[in-house]
T-cell receptor, first 113, second 110 residues
Framework: NAGVTQTPKFQVLKTGQSMTLQCAQDMNHNSMYWYRQDPGMGLRLIYYSASEGTTDKGEVPNGYNVSRLNKREFSLRLESAAPSQTSVYFC????????????FGQGTRLTVV | GQQVMQIPQYQHVQEGEDFTTYCNSSTTLSNIQWYKQRPGGHPVFLIQLVKSGEVKKQKRLTFQFGEAKKNSSLHITATQTTDVGTYFCAATGGSYIPTFGRGTSLIVHP
């Protein structure tokens, strides 16, 4: 039982490049989330998926897209990376939206140069 | 939208001293959760509070939810070096979309 698995753990991109962050959970959770964490800013919600088949914008969605591929997987795509997207990205899941224990992945440290 | 204020941003304590972090919301909450993040790690769930005036304890940690369900606190008694990390509250209102506070970083001096 791995919990929430994120890949990759580290990534360096050049401005304008694209990439997809992968996230998978094996707990049969309905809700999944993508956060970014910047120093002194806490965790800010980028996108979330309340249940399979739905996705919604969070607080800071600009420059990102998501796909809820199936109940297990929720990916985050940067179409044209910018230095302002340098951050640590966390995927999380919970049984229901905003309720109960949320499990976080190990994080992806992304640097855009 | 929902705003969540968490104070203080940093707290230095001597080992054995107590520590408290506070979380305040601009709106009435459905629930509030607390997480701990060790340096270089990921957030780990500590507890969820749901009821008005609720108090829960986990060993040296005491969590409180205000009567109006707009504020919460986490108190650690007799801190240890293992308590080092950043403590976050995550507040959920009627939309059930969680909003995290900016966190309180606890530094414990031996």
């Amino acid at each position: 039982n791995a919990g929430v698995t994120q890949t990759p753990k580290f990534q360096v991109l050049k401005t304008g490049q694209s990439m997809t962050l992968q996230c998978a959970q094996d707990m049969n959770h309905n809700s999944m989330y993508w956060y970014r964490q910047d120093p002194g800013m806490g965790l800010r919600l980028i996108y979330y998926s309340a249940s399979e088949g739905t996705t919604d914008k969070g607080e800071v969605p600009n420059g990102y897209n998501v796909s809820r591929l199936n109940k297990r997987e929720f990916s985050l795509r940067l179409e044209s990376a910018a230095p302002s997207q340098t951050s640590v990205y966390f995927c999380a899941s919970s049984e229901a939206l905003g309720q109960g224990k949320a499990f976080f992945g190990q994080g992806t440290r992304l640097t855009v140069v | 939208g929902q705003q969540v204020m968490q104070i203080p941003q940093y707290q230095h304590v001597q080992e054995g001293e107590d520590f408290t972090t506070y979380c305040n919301s601009s709106t009435t909450l459905s629930n509030i959760q607390w997480y701990k993040q060790r340096p270089g790690g990921h957030p780990v769930f500590l507890i969820q509070l749901v009821k008005s005036g609720e108090v829960k304890k986990q060993k040296r940690l005491t969590f409180q939810f205000g009567e109006a369900k707009k504020n919460s606190s986490l108190h650690i008694t007799a801190t240890q070096t293992t308590d080092v990390g950043t403590y976050f509250c995550a507040a959920t209102g009627g939309s059930y979309i969680p909003t995290f506070g900016r966190g309180t970083s606890l530094i414990v001096h031996p």
